[in-house]
């Protein structure tokens, strides 16, 4: 017999009906009475110093309510991390893109008319893209108090690294380079901002991180964070993307100049130049192994690109100086980060958050490892990777581990051992491995946990309240499963309710993979505490005590007497009788057994729980034009216990899809400082005909502080995707990829030159 009713099972997404008709309200598709409509002006140069604005002829066109610069803000620095934000461009622009003034008018065509007349004058200074350029002396500040652009630096050091290479039999050394690349969600970046009379500021947007948006919002706009009310409806995607940003900012200022609510959505183009792209990344990195295969030692630096100010950046490059030392048994590690301005849009998360980055790295050092050492790289890692009950290099204690399963799984279900036998000319196999976190102790500091609140009407009506957010990932059905199956009823009985400042528990949001795990043990936590009460509504029911009786399936029964039974439905209906109308409320919290890192070792326990990866990749290489297809993958994810499984395999679906276009075509390319390819005709993702034949494949070990078991997956299913992809690109052609993207004409012209070489 099933263990569990509703957990475990395949279920389409609560608002799948509603969005496959056309009838979900995005953010885009909102209206509120006597809505204005607005645009922003952004710098058309990376770098200039602001002679003057004016606004006169703009202000004067008939249809527009609002013209607003700094001017018109509280003239504060803020930022989510550090104070080097403004709402708008006050001395100087730094990027592309850089907001300078913006309108509020009746329609469209006249808020964009009225940008035309706006008048700025610009001295136009010296630019700096490159982050490793941006660090050469004499290159020009972005932040003048920021001497050589370097925004933040991070060390972490663990063991005895001079011993560890000592001790190698095999080094491998080389520089690798990580592309900046768009989130290219559906829907872009779009709010709806009013304010009452009062002066409390309502921001209607899909944001990641609603909570925490807020109290960075706060101080932006000098007032408290009570009067600042943030509602979450559906929106289309994020992907790390949509954090804070200043176009809420820019459309809360209009509301509060104009009066009136403000809609205001980015266009394609303004999305790609003032979004917050995934960081670019230069790596070194030197590898060393035993003669046997044992993993003796890692050094690393790592230079990130900021962009023109920080959001998440230096955080992200800290996290791909250290966080992959905990998928193998690393005794000896070194890395040196360094976080560095540069006149570009200001890059931050995107899926995966530095580890991605420096997964690429570790997984192609790990192929050369094995191919020096002539060992299977599925051997080497097998033998080096982390199990459960093991606490890794910087004191990650691994509660479930599923690695070596992931490994043995994805290499039977590909034919690893006899594909890698049978070598064919331009067709190769290549393997990767992950490691990640369901939370992130150190990102709030304040805390990492879940809550959730838990609502049962008298009609048995229930309905979830949570602080997170559903970016389309689901996740809003994964929590309606947890509480359908601690409450004992069927699926369809459970409502999840929009995300509301006002209403919500104070969650976190979604990152760092923590989801599942953190939010879902918080609606489970609640959903205990409304079931206890009504268990002892419904044991008076029954003239029995509340431990002998269980919920299952809507029914309420008495444990060793199943025919002594009442309805769910009548059980909520008796406790709001005696309640004189008060539903039953369970509110609920969970603490992860997390603790902070150390501030000088950086040692500690940041996650309740760590997920694993395996994936591997077929391709096939045009001999004529180095272009690489990659024909076929499997994909084997350590997710604890799926409680949605058909929504898990599409989370390694999407995450391999966006893998593969990191890794062969997208790159956000840059000329004279502006972005030359800011939209989808220049900006090529994949589509349904890029991918390849996709196994996904869930290992399930019961995750003990998960929730029924569960961990997360969002972030793993992108990581190991480029590693694997590039190390089947050597597989066939023998040629190292180090760079991403892919560039088949250079591809072809290494080909080329390591076939001359070898005549």
Known sequence: ??????????????????????????????????????????????????????????????????????????????????????????????????????????????????????RVDYEVLDHVVSPL????????????????????????????????????????????????????????????????????????????IPNMMRMTYARALDMPPENIRILVPEYGGAFGGKMENNIHLVAAVLAQKSGLPVKLTNTRHDDFISGNPRVPMHFDIRLGATREGILTAKDVKVVGGAGARLVYSQVIVSTACYRVDSLYRFKNVRARGLTVYTNTVPTACYRGFGNSQSTFVLESAMDELARRLKMDPAELRIKNGMAA???????????????????????????????????????????????????????????????????VGKDGRVVVFHGESDMGQGQNTTFA??????????????????????????????????????????????????????????????????DRVTCKKGVFYVIDRPEQRIGFKEVASQATISRHGAPVVGTGFYKPPTELPDPETKKG???????????????????????????????????????????????????????LGWTLMEDMSYGDGKLLNGDFVDYIVPSAFDMPKIDSILVEPVEPNGPYGAKGIGEPALN?????????????????????????????????EKQETAL
Request: hydrophobic share 40%.
């Open 481 to 546: 499963q947890i509480v359908a199956e601690t409450l004992g009823v069927p699926l369809e009985w459970v409502n999840v309710a929009q995300v509301d400042t006002d209403v919500s528990p104070f969650g976190l949001g979604s990152f760092a993979t923590r989801g599942t795990l953190m939010g879902g043990n918080g609606v489970f936590a609640a959903a205990q505490k409304a079931l206890a009460q009504l268990g002892e509504v419904a044991a008076d029911q029954l003239g029995t005590s509340p």
């Open 605 to 659: 326990n940041i996650s309740p729980a760590y997920p694993f990866g395996c994936q591997i990749a077929e391709v096939e290489i045009d001999k004529d034009t180095g272009e690489v297809t990659v024909t076929n993958m499997a994909a084997a994810h350590d997710v604890g216990r799926a409680i949605n499984p058909m929504a898990t395999e599409g989370q390694i679906q999407g995450g391999i899809a966006q893998g």
């Open 720 to 752: 190991p995707t480029m590693a694997a992809i590039t190390n089947a690109v050597y597989d066939a052609v023998g040629v190292r990829i180090t760079s991403l993207p892919v560039n088949p004409r250079q591809l072809l012209a290494a080909i080329k």
């Open 1 to 118: 017999m099933d263990r569990f009713d509703v957990v475990g099972k395949s279920h389409p997404q609560l608002a799948a009906r509603e969005k496959a008709v056309g009838d979900t309200k995005f953010v885009t598709d909102l209206v509120l009475p006597r809505m204005l409509h607005g645009r922003v002006l952004r710098s058309p140069h990376a770098h200039a110093k602001i002679l003057s604005v004016d606004t006169r002829k703009a202000e004067r066109l008939p249809g527009v309510r609002a013209v607003v610069t700094y001017e018109d803000t509280p003239k504060v620095r803020f930022g989510p991390r550090s104070e080097d934000w403004t709402i708008f461009a006050s001395d100087k622009v730094r990027f592309h893109g850089d907001e300078v003034a913006a309108v509020a008018a009746v329609d469209q065509d006249t808020a964009e008319a009225a940008l035309d007349l706006i």
């Open 389 to 455: 009950g093991e606490t890794s290099v910087h004191g990650w204690k691994i509660g479930s581990s599923g690695l070596r399963e992931c490994v043995e799984k994805a290499t039977a279900s590909i034919g690893w051992k006899e594909k890698r036998a049978d070598k064919r000319p331009y067709r190769g196999i290549g393997l990767a491995c992950c490691n990640h976190v369901s939370g992130n102790r150190p990102f709030a500091r304040e805390f990492d946990g879940g809550s959730g609140m838990v609502r």
């Open 133 to 208: 350029d941006a660090l050469k002396e004499g290159a020009p500040l972005v932040h003048e108090e920021s001497p050589g652009n370097i925004a933040a630096e991070f060390k972490i050091e663990a063991g005895d690294i001079n011993r560890g290479f000592d001790e190698s039999h095999v080094i491998f050394e080389d520089k690798f380079y990580t592309s900046q690349v768009y989130q290219a969600y559906m829907e872009p970046m779009s709010v709806l901002a009013e304010v009452d009379l009062g002066g409390r500021v309502t921001l209607h947007t899909g944001t990641q």
